[in-house]
């Protein structure tokens, strides 16, 4: 299985700060065959179902701010949260969408000051 | 618009098992892969496995095989995750998740059910 290494785990920034949010694979998530990279990244606020907010490691999915930026490649990626605000206190996960069995990171818990 | 629509909560003894449903609306759900997810209270996302309604195929975790069997009734476009022998470590909310088309990503979530096992 492909493990999902996360940090930090939980991280406090004021409104209007940038956030950044790491995520390391086991294994390279670039495919050979076409060079996209199969990583997602979900959110999760308090009381809710998770959602899905990037996956191939950038692309938004529809309806997703431009704030919210993935990027990175083979075994390390990036979520960055430019301006934070006040509505993005959540649980954050990468998940690798490149074989089964899926796994995700631990989490980030982002909390605004 | 796509949701999925999951059963309520349940409490269970240890030994029992409990059956958990996700309805399924907006889209042909023949076409889509159920993904189901486990995540215990104030922890991280597990994913369980799959099933495909349109064949009725199935993919399981190692770690859930034996745990979790998976079903699915297209007349009615509901996917089913028993949960078997339970203990209190199966105790948390599990979460149905519709695949995207393409890609194995979660594009659409039901709510969560909550499962307490306890004697």
């Known amino acids: 299985d492909i493990v999902m290494t996360q940090s930090p785990s939980s991280l406090a920034v004021s409104a209007g700060e940038t956030v950044t949010i790491n995520c390391k694979s086991s294994q390279s998530l670039l495919s050979s065959g076409n060079q996209k990279n199969y990583l997602a990244w979900y959110q999760q606020k308090p009381g809710q179902s998770p959602k899905l907010l990037i996956y191939l490691a950038s692309t938004r999915e529809s309806g997703v701010p431009d704030r919210f930026i993935g990027s990175g490649s083979g075994t390390d990626f990036t979520l960055t949260i430019s301006s934070v605000q006040a509505e993005d206190l959540a649980d954050y996960y990468c998940q690798q969408h490149y074989s089964y069995p899926l796994t995700f990171g631990s989490g980030t818990k982002l909390e605004i000051k | 618009q796509v949701q999925l629509q999951q059963s309520g909560a349940e409490l269970a003894k240890p030994g029992t098992s409990v059956k958990l449903s996700c309805k399924a609306s907006?889209?042909?759900?023949?076409?889509?892969?159920i993904y189901w997810v486990k995540q215990r209270p104030g922890q991280g996302l597990e994913w369980i496995g799959y099933i495909y309604p349109g064949n009725g195929g199935t993919y399981y975790s190692e770690k859930f095989k034996g745990k979790a069997t998976f079903t699915a009734d297209t007349s009615s476009s509901t996917a089913y995750m028993l949960l078997g022998s339970l203990t209190p470590e199966d105790s948390a909310y599990y979460f149905c998740a519709r695949r995207r088309y393409k890609g194995y990503v979660m594009d659409a979530w039901g709510q969560g059910a909550s499962v307490t096992v306890s004697s």
């Open positions: 907006g889209y042909t759900f023949t076409s889509y892969y």
